[in-house]
């Protein structure tokens, strides 16, 4: 495909082409051979960089959302080539970056960043390399197809020291007059991504060089469920609010080591208990449950209290539940609800 450049240059050579010939003039048909030969060269030098060219890439399988996800393209061409221009990501979020100069058969790197802007889960795009060639005049593209996926997780916002007292003793299995009971440390195990650095055990670390975790015996009680409202009657732009008051919150018991179970309704009861499949989850749900005062009485069922994200400030109450309810919607009725609320950014915070 020609540049601006180059298609001035194409419309210049034909002009003096034309010209020439009414004029029958040798000079002018020797700069239009000089023309012709510019584009020629610019054709040339576009296309050879991309014959035999191969891409490999390597991109991170999660990213947070607002962050950037870097991804490592790494190209090997049989003749080489200058300025390339390449792009990947996935739709919505693609970048581009420059590789100055490529030599013949020896592999170079280059490194995209395009941002995350919404959580989901997305197939990246196919990797796109453009060549200039020496004159800029033409542009040639490649597309290398790749079947790499990237899950971008909800935002999670740091949570206030006033709603954290707030949530303390649902987290800590205090609420509805039950105590936890201690846990036994019976061993390490090997470090898992995902477990809290609180639980590392240095000496056993230093001593096999690697990091290990010290392993308690599960408490018999149950932890709290997080329970994350999917009615489908609300929009995509609510449920977003309340995905990332839902991974906020989960966070925090993550942090503080608490054993929480995130609960919702996808085609029926859902529950998770791992971090990673929690936030996997938390990632692509979309609204397709049942109104919440259909859900509660089913997820309640498995005992324990109940910490509840819903999307609307009409949340049922049942016994041992926490609601988190959407701030916009109690701005008109100050002082209607004393206890938490979220933002659409995902703040959850004391109203």
């Known amino acids: 495909m020609p540049t601006r450049e180059g298609t001035a240059v194409a419309v210049l050579a034909a002009a003096i082409f034309l010209l020439a010939t009414n004029l029958m003039s040798g ?6 051979a000089l023309l012709i030969s510019l584009l020629c060269v610019g054709i040339t030098t576009s296309l050879l960089p991309l014959r035999g060219l191969r891409a490999a890439r390597q991109a991170p399988a999660r990213a947070a959302e607002g ?25 919505g979020a693609r970048a581009r970056g420059l590789m100055p100069h490529l030599l013949p058969g020896v592999p170079a790197a280059v490194t995209v960043t395009p941002r995350a802007v919404r959580r989901g889960h ?39 020291s006033q709603v ?13 007059g039950r105590t936890r009971e201690p846990e036994d440390f019976y061993g390490v195990r090997d470090y898992q991504a995902g477990d809290s650095l609180t639980r590392v055990h240095w000496r056993s670390s230093i001593r096999r060089g690697a990091l290990v975790v010290r392993e308690f015996e599960r408490p018999r009680t149950p932890g709290a ?8 009657r609300q929009s995509p732009v609510r449920l977003d609010g309340a995905v990332r008051a839902a991974a906020s919150v989960l966070r925090v018991a993550r942090d503080r080591g608490s054993e929480m179970v995130l609960a919702g309704w996808d085609e ?4 998770h208990r791992q971090w990673e499949a929690a936030m996997d989850w938390l990632a692509g749900v979309v609204p397709c449950g049942p109104p919440l005062p259909e859900v509660l009485p089913v997820l309640a069922a498995s005992g324990g209290h109940m910490i509840v994200v819903s999307s609307t400030p009409t949340a049922p109450a049942v016994m041992g539940m926490t609601p988190i309810l959407p701030a916009e919607d109690l701005v008109s009725a100050p002082g209607a609800y004393t206890g938490l609320v979220y933002t659409d950014d995902g703040t959850v915070q004391a109203w």
């Open 27 to 32: 000079l002018m048909f020797v700069l239009d």
């Open 67 to 91: 962050a950037d996800a870097p991804i490592e393209i790494a190209l090997t061409a049989a003749r080489g080539g200058r300025f390339l221009s390449v792009e990947d990501g996935w739709p």
């Open 122 to 160: 997305y197939r990246l795009g196919p990797t796109e390399i453009a060549s200039r060639g020496m004159l800029g005049l033409f542009v040639a593209r490649r597309r290398i197809a790749g079947s790499d996926r990237i899950i971008i997780w909800p935002r999670m916002r740091p949570v206030p």
């Open 164 to 176: 954290l007292s707030y949530l303390a003793p649902a987290l800590d299995g205090q609420q509805a």
């Open 225 to 232: 469920t997080l329970v994350i409202d999917l009615d489908r």
């Open 268 to 271: 029926g009861p859902v529950e």
